[in-house]
């Protein structure tokens, strides 16, 4: 079986989902996962999808009608094997703070010098209560090789959190939460 993550972006309109799922479940393909939001007028999703072998190339071609009617813009690419891949620590990363430029780049910057990655990110912003202005907000559950120590990753994103002037919250991903893999 191929296993294949799908990208989508189209205008937001009903029946998107329906019309990708179509496509998937004619060609015998299992819907296996997936994350999809609507922001800014957009319909932006992402799909683990997986169908035999010999079906993946119809089920591309079969996507291509959907591209065509402007429905939505695919993209498809073969996922790996997780199974290959070395022993990995999994994280909650949660900050709030006072919004502006550069909040996402900083610690994505820390977490990248140390090989730790962005497994989901959820970010937000909205109206601080009170005292006026917008807050940025953000959930992640990050990945770390399992030689990366919490507490040097836990100090690392406290240094850039306090530049930031913002709070954060860093702890074990809890592994019963749905989206988060073990």
Request: net charge negative; hydrophobic share 45%; charged share 25%.
């Amino acid at each position: 079986m191929a296993r294949l993550v799908l990208t989508v972006v189209g205008d937001d309109q009903s029946g998107l989902v329906r019309a990708l799922a179509s496509v998937v479940a004619d060609r015998g393909g299992n819907w296996e996962e997936s994350q999809m939001s609507h922001l800014a007028g957009k319909f932006a999703g992402i799909v683990l999808v997986t169908v035999a072998d010999t079906q993946v190339g119809a089920l591309m071609a079969d996507l291509e009608p959907l591209e065509a009617d402007g429905l939505l813009d695919i993209t498809a690419v073969v996922a790996t094997d997780e199974a290959a891949t070395p022993e990995k620590v999994r994280y909650r990363v949660e900050l709030v703070g006072s919004d502006r430029p550069g909040i996402v780049h900083d610690i994505s910057a820390a977490l990248a010098s140390r090989n730790v990655s962005i497994e989901e990110l959820r970010t937000a912003t909205r109206d601080a209560p009170m005292a006026g202005g917008t807050l940025f907000e953000a959930d992640a559950t990050v990945v770390a090789p399992a030689g990366v120590s919490s507490d040097d990753l836990r100090e690392a994103l406290e240094t850039v959190a306090n530049e930031l002037m913002v709070d954060l919250d860093f702890g074990a991903a809890d592994d019963d939460v749905p989206g988060h893999h073990a």
